[in-house]
């Protein structure tokens, strides 16, 4: 069974992902270009086969036979929408299977937060990030120099033995 702080850790940490618990299952929605209401249902158990039962959902997720279930259907969206849009939820179903394969694993952060200082960059570097902040956001002010911080998200750790 999720915990309410397995819950907030995977809507932290899978974007798009919203997960309702309900009295006798898990009602789990995934947000997507097209705004198709995509959402899957997974009973509840006392023991964790509710999460094998979400990772098993996503690794069998077929992007190809979704998008092929919607083909002219009332409000479609074209072939190639249809296509992308299912490639989106199934790139979105994956984080989420690997989010719960090290859910009871806290010491894996996938996002990590590290000071300037403690990088050591190069000057160039750091015009470079000010350059790309001033060009994406309109306004840097340089200060990537002082005090500021990098947040690292999406860490694929290699737990894996050889």
């Not at 300037?116 to 994406?136: M, Q, R």
Request: with cysteine; hydrophobic share 30%.
């Amino acid at each position: 069974m999720l915990t309410e702080k397995q819950i907030k850790r995977i809507e932290n940490e899978v974007p798009n992902v919203t997960i309702n618990e309900e009295d006798n299952y898990y009602s789990i929605y995934v947000d997507n270009p097209c705004g198709e209401d995509f959402t899957i249902e997974i009973n509840k158990t006392e023991d964790n086969q509710d999460i094998q039962d979400i990772i098993n959902y996503c690794e069998s997720f077929d992007p190809e036979e979704h998008a092929a279930s919607w083909i002219g259907g009332r409000g479609a969206p074209g072939l190639r929408e249809l296509l992308d849009n299912s490639d989106n939820i199934a790139e979105t179903l994956d984080q989420l299977r690997e989010c719960l394969e090290n859910i009871d694993n806290p010491n894996l952060p996938s996002k990590v937060e590290i000071g300037i200082e403690e990088l050591n960059l190069s000057d160039e570097v750091v015009e470079a990030i000010n350059n790309y902040l001033a060009n994406k956001y309109g306004y840097c002010n340089n200060g990537f120099n002082y005090g500021g911080s990098i947040i690292i998200n999406d860490i694929d750790w290699d737990t894996k033995e050889d």
